[in-house]
């Protein structure tokens, strides 16, 4: 038996989807464990780019189980939607299943969602409006409805009457919103429940029968560490935890059965929406990160704000995920630069800050302090030994590894899911 988990290392948008995908091969089953439709996980299949959202990433291979863990919060419409997109090219039937504790995007929590943003004005997260925000606030005030009630039609009834007169005294006495109604709502997700019904099971239980059989899982979590609602930027995060501890209470795979951890990290860094990002570039070399890399969101098609490599975040990653690897994207994209940044450090009020600060009022008005090191103009997307490599881009890498103190073991060099150099 082998667990390895998957984790974006720095604001998402990491490239999880590929190394996800390619790393699922040699396994025999795949967890989601938190998130929601606000990921968007990138893979590609017969030379065709499919995004995943939340079913995950091991989809596509014969013989993976698939499972969405309970931490999950799950829009009927967009799961289905999905899953008729992912029956384009191979059948779903037995290799996926959907926790019954997972908790309902409803058509409120979307309403809620923009509306909170609109109200919050200049000082909005940047949310993508899906509604996820709002689905985790009902689940920790305990007015949520989960997998189970939705399946179960008297049941769903019971617990809609339960928590409506909550979710109406928002949208009617705060925002002057028309109130939802009981039979509307189940009118509109009782069909979608019974079409989704045959894929819901106790995950828990299945998680740790294949555990005992000694089966290899693949945990994949979605957004990334600087996301994660205790240890992000907050409050310019996600509602889950998206660090390495959500893979567990998102999921039920006991911690004692983690054995590696690995931390996808571009070779610069990127963020989509609003938030604090210290070594965030608005000359011509961000210019050219965003252009080259494509920086566009999998799930917004949003533009995403590109800037040098911060080792500082990057350790701090490295210390709460317990990496034991990293998997480092992009590489190619720093083709062609004459030198290359490392932030190394950050300085405020003539204080310097090795480690990562929790404050906002830092991380919005420090000042990098950078490393240059020798860039190299040679095309890398042919590349697959690390030798192979131009001296200056292994020297970079070599770099890395020494500042946030864990090895990268895979290298992408290109989008193609072959184009991945292993250590």
């Known amino acids: 038996m082998s667990v390895r988990v998957i984790v974006g290392g720095q604001w998402g948008d990491e490239g999880k989807g590929k190394v996800i995908d390619s790393l699922s091969e040699g396994m025999d089953v795949v967890v989601r464990p938190q998130g929601g439709a606000n990921a968007g996980h990138t893979v590609i ?5 499919i995004v995943l959202h ?3 990433s091991g989809i596509l291979h014969d013989g993976v189980l698939n499972i969405i863990g309970n931490g999950v919060v799950l829009e009927p419409e967009n799961i289905l939607s999905e899953i008729a997109e992912v029956n384009k090219y191979r059948k779903i039937t037995n290799n996926l299943a959907i926790s019954d504790a997972c908790h309902i995007v409803m058509p409120y929590h979307k309403r809620l969602d923009k509306l909170n943003e609109t109200l919050k004005g200049n000082d909005k997260i940047g949310t993508t409006g899906r509604g996820i925000g709002p ?3 009902d689940k920790i005030a305990r007015n949520g409805i989960r997998m189970s009630d939705l399946i179960d039609p008297v049941r769903f009834r019971k617990r809609l009457e339960a928590v409506l007169p909550f979710v109406n005294r928002l949208l009617v006495d705060i925002f002057n919103q028309t109130p939802e109604d009981v039979d509307s709502i189940i009118e509109y997700m009782s069909p979608l429940a019974q079409q989704l019904k045959p894929f819901v099971c106790d995950t828990v239980s299945l998680i740790h029968k294949n555990l005992a059989a000694g089966k290899n899982f693949l945990c994949e979590g979605a957004q990334g560490t600087f996301l994660d609602i205790d240890f992000g930027t907050y409050p310019y995060v996600t509602s889950s935890n998206c660090f390495s501890g959500g893979i567990s209470t998102g999921s039920g795979v006991p911690p004692t059965a983690i054995k590696e951890v690995c931390g996808i990290t571009k070779a610069y860094i990127t963020r989509v929406g609003e938030g604090p990002f210290p070594t965030e570039l608005f000359d011509e070399d961000g210019k050219q990160l965003a252009k080259v890399g494509h920086e566009f969101g999998a799930t917004t098609g949003r533009p995403r704000r590109c800037g040098w490599f911060d080792a500082v975040l990057g350790l ?13 994207t992009k590489l190619d994209v720093l083709s062609g630069f004459k030198v290359v940044k490392i932030c190394v450090a950050y300085q405020y009020q003539g204080k310097r800050y090795d480690v990562f600060p929790n404050s906002l009022e830092i991380l919005e008005n420090l000042t990098p302090i950078y490393e240059e090191l020798p860039g190299w103009t040679e095309d890398i997307t042919g590349v697959r030994k690390f030798e192979d490599l131009p001296l200056n881009a292994q020297k970079y890498i070599k770099r890395l590894e020494e500042l946030i103190q ?6 992408s060099v290109a989008p193609d899911r072959t184009a991945i150099i292993t250590r």
Do not use: H, M, Q
């Open 135 to 137: 689905c985790y606030s």
């Open 316 to 328: 701090y990653s490295t210390r709460i995920n317990g990496l034991t690897e990293i998997a480092l």
């Open 54 to 56: 939340l079913i995950p």
């Open 406 to 411: 864990v090895p990268a073991k895979i290298i």
């Open 45 to 49: 299949f017969e030379d065709k780019k």
